[in-house]
């Protein structure tokens, strides 16, 4: 082996010669980093092109559009619905209704902007009249929300009601006694805490309010916001 990599060495150090008397004074490496990124974000794009026309299971007959999810690709901080509704299933965008608009604002409130962070769902198709997806409708998508995670490998995600927390945590307790704590998912910190569509259809109810303010502050925390 150390035979092997000490001609390798000579063959590179003939080769430079060769090309010094040629002219070259050096040559260009490219940015690693840079293609990786690269890389990353096409790896990226083909994952919601594939979303997009996906097919694998029943919910793909009654929307009108799949909903990859948006945002930073680079971000720490990532929320997770349950599904789209009526209003991102026409657009193709996540939290885009009257739920959306409340969460856009507890992110600026946060400190962080919408386009910073990254929103998603656990299914990616609307359930017909914004039903809870079926464990086969998760089960079958999962791969996706997955692989999201793993591309962005953020340091905390914030689950937004009963079905994702349930998804990450594996409990079947209901969101009010699971907020307002963190929990592990494979490294990544999981803080669940309210819809914002319960706190839409709850909205004179300022100790809801109150209650996720204290989640996200303690996620501000975490990621250095103060």
Same mark, same amino acid.
């Given at each position: 082996?150390?035979?092997?990599?000490?001609?390798?060495?000579? *063959?590179?150090?003939?080769?430079? @010669?060769?090309?010094?008397?040629?002219?070259?004074?050096?040559?260009?490496?490219?940015?690693? %980093?840079?293609?990786? *990124?690269?890389?990353? *974000?096409?790896?990226?794009?083909?994952?919601?092109?594939?979303?997009?026309?996906?097919? %694998?299971?029943? +919910?793909?007959?009654?929307?009108?559009?799949?909903?990859? #999810?948006?945002? !930073?690709?680079?971000?720490?901080? &990532?929320?997770? #619905?349950?599904? /789209? #509704?009526?209003?991102?299933?026409?657009?193709?965008? /996540?939290?885009?209704?009257?739920?959306?608009? +409340?969460?856009?604002?507890?992110?600026?409130?946060?400190?962080?902007?919408?386009?910073?962070?990254?929103?998603?769902?656990?299914?990616?198709?609307?359930?017909?009249?914004?039903?809870?997806? $079926?464990?086969?409708?998760?089960?079958?998508?999962?791969?996706?929300?997955?692989?999201?995670?793993?591309?962005?490998? /953020?340091?905390?995600?914030?689950? +937004?009601?009963?079905?994702?927390?349930?998804?990450? =945590?594996?409990?079947? %307790?209901?969101?009010?006694?699971?907020?307002?704590?963190?929990?592990?998912?494979? @490294?990544?910190?999981?803080?669940?805490?309210?819809?914002?569509?319960? =706190?839409?259809? !709850?909205?004179?109810?300022?100790?809801?309010?109150? &209650?996720?303010?204290?989640?996200? $502050?303690?996620?501000?925390?975490?990621? #250095?916001?103060?």
């Amino acid at each position: 082996m150390k035979e092997k990599v000490n001609r390798l060495f000579e *063959e590179i150090e003939e080769n430079l @010669g060769y090309f010094q008397e040629l002219g070259f004074d050096y040559f260009s490496c490219p940015d690693l %980093a840079s293609l990786g *990124e690269a890389s990353k *974000e096409k790896t990226f794009s083909l994952l919601e092109k594939e979303i997009r026309e996906c097919q %694998a299971c029943p +919910l793909a007959k009654t929307r009108k559009n799949a909903v990859p #999810g948006e945002g !930073n690709i680079e971000t720490d901080l &990532m929320f997770v #619905g349950e599904g /789209p #509704g009526r209003d991102e299933d026409i657009q193709g965008r /996540p939290f885009v209704g009257k739920a959306g608009q +409340l969460l856009t604002r507890i992110i600026r409130a946060m400190k962080f902007e919408r386009e910073k962070v990254y929103i998603t769902n656990v299914v990616k198709c609307r359930p017909p009249d914004n039903r809870n997806p $079926k464990v086969s409708e998760i089960e079958t998508c999962q791969r996706f929300l997955l692989k999201q995670i793993e591309l962005i490998s /953020p340091k905390v995600i914030v689950t +937004l009601g009963n079905v994702p927390t349930r998804y990450f =945590l594996n409990k079947n %307790a209901g969101i009010t006694s699971l907020r307002g704590s963190f929990y592990l998912y494979h @490294g990544i910190r999981i803080m669940p805490t309210f819809h914002p569509s319960y =706190l839409v259809r !709850n909205e004179d109810n300022t100790e809801l309010k109150r &209650m996720v303010w204290e989640d996200m $502050k303690k996620v501000m925390a975490v990621l #250095g916001k103060k």
